[in-house]
């Protein structure tokens, strides 16, 4: 089965500006994949072509299709939130459903109405009635009561407190996702998302600097807790980047002999926000 997405040289240059720089990356079906980067990393970018929202260089499909020349087919298929919100404030909520219903063959009103019914928001609210974490879980609804394959979040829960954050991914694992669905996210709150994860993809100025689940992590990387008199013989085995800590030094190694390495400290699982951190650092601490 080919990927659902599926980005090969991808590239997307704005003048002289690349902010996509030959990007190589896949995504399977039924995964929730993190694209995380910096600010200025090229993720917006990526986001746009996926969605057929721009043009760009290379090879791009997403669900077999070529995003950019066929992007109404694609819009059948796939989703989209936006961190801003983009529903007028004279809007009401019921007028939001119904206009969804009407542009939208695979909406069902049910659905969305089920899942407002969880919430206090009521149908005859206007949108700018609505604090700015009703305004998510609206547009949440309605876009968990499309019928897609490819659920894109970009930056979804930005402004709102840990609360509604926490209700936005709960409703997103437990009202969503399943096998036949893939979301992609991007988000600077990397902490929060990494429990969801199956895959994690890092860009950092246009080029992609990790493609891994989040299984394999645990065998490609680990990171060793060293005291100060075995961090020069531990620095003997190339890490690729180090940090001090709790009066200790640790150091991350890449493809590592797990035997040789247990013998200089306590061996770690870098979490995701720490790997990202560890990759993009280039060495320093």
């Not at 659920?151 to 991914?169: H, K, M, N, Q, W």
């Not at 996702?177 to 600077?188: A, G, Y």
């Not at 394999?216 to 690729?240: G, L, M, Q, S």
């Not at 709790?246 to 040789?260: A, C, H, I, M, S």
Request: include cysteine; charged fraction near 25%; hydrophobic fraction near 45%.
């Amino acid at each position: 089965m080919p990927a659902l997405i599926d980005a090969r040289d991808l590239t997307k240059k704005y003048g002289t500006h690349v902010a996509l720089d030959h990007a190589n990356f896949a995504v399977e079906t039924g995964r929730i994949v993190g694209l995380i980067g910096p600010n200025g990393a090229g993720k917006t970018s990526a986001l746009r072509a996926i969605l057929g929202l721009t043009s760009y260089e290379g090879s791009l499909r997403v669900l077999e299709r070529e995003p950019f020349s066929e992007r109404a087919a694609l819009m059948k298929d796939a989703c989209f939130i936006a961190d801003v919100a983009v529903l007028p404030a004279w809007l009401r909520v019921d007028q939001a459903i119904d206009f969804v219903a009407g542009v939208h063959p695979r909406f069902r009103r049910d659905r969305a109405l089920a899942l407002l019914a969880k919430s206090q928001i009521t149908g005859k609210r206007r949108m700018g009635e609505l604090s700015k974490g009703m305004k998510t879980q609206v547009h949440l609804a309605l876009t968990m009561a499309i019928d897609a394959k490819l659920l894109v979040l970009d930056e979804p829960t930005l402004g709102l407190d840990i609360l509604a954050r926490r209700s936005f991914y709960d409703a997103l694992v437990d009202d969503y996702m399943d096998e036949t669905r893939t979301i992609l996210i991007t988000t600077h709150q990397v902490e929060e998302v990494e429990n969801l994860l199956t895959d994690v993809i890092f860009l950092d100025k246009g080029r992609i600097v990790l493609d891994c689940s989040i299984e394999d992590i645990a065998t490609r990387y680990t990171a060793v807790a060293v005291t100060d008199d075995r961090v020069a013989a531990a620095r003997a085995e190339k890490p690729f980047y180090e940090r001090r800590t709790l009066g200790k030094t640790v150091l991350y190694f890449e493809r590592p002999d797990f035997d040789r390495l247990s013998g200089f400290g306590e061996l770690l699982t870098p979490s995701v926000s720490d790997l990202f951190v560890a990759k993009l650092s280039h060495g320093a601490a």
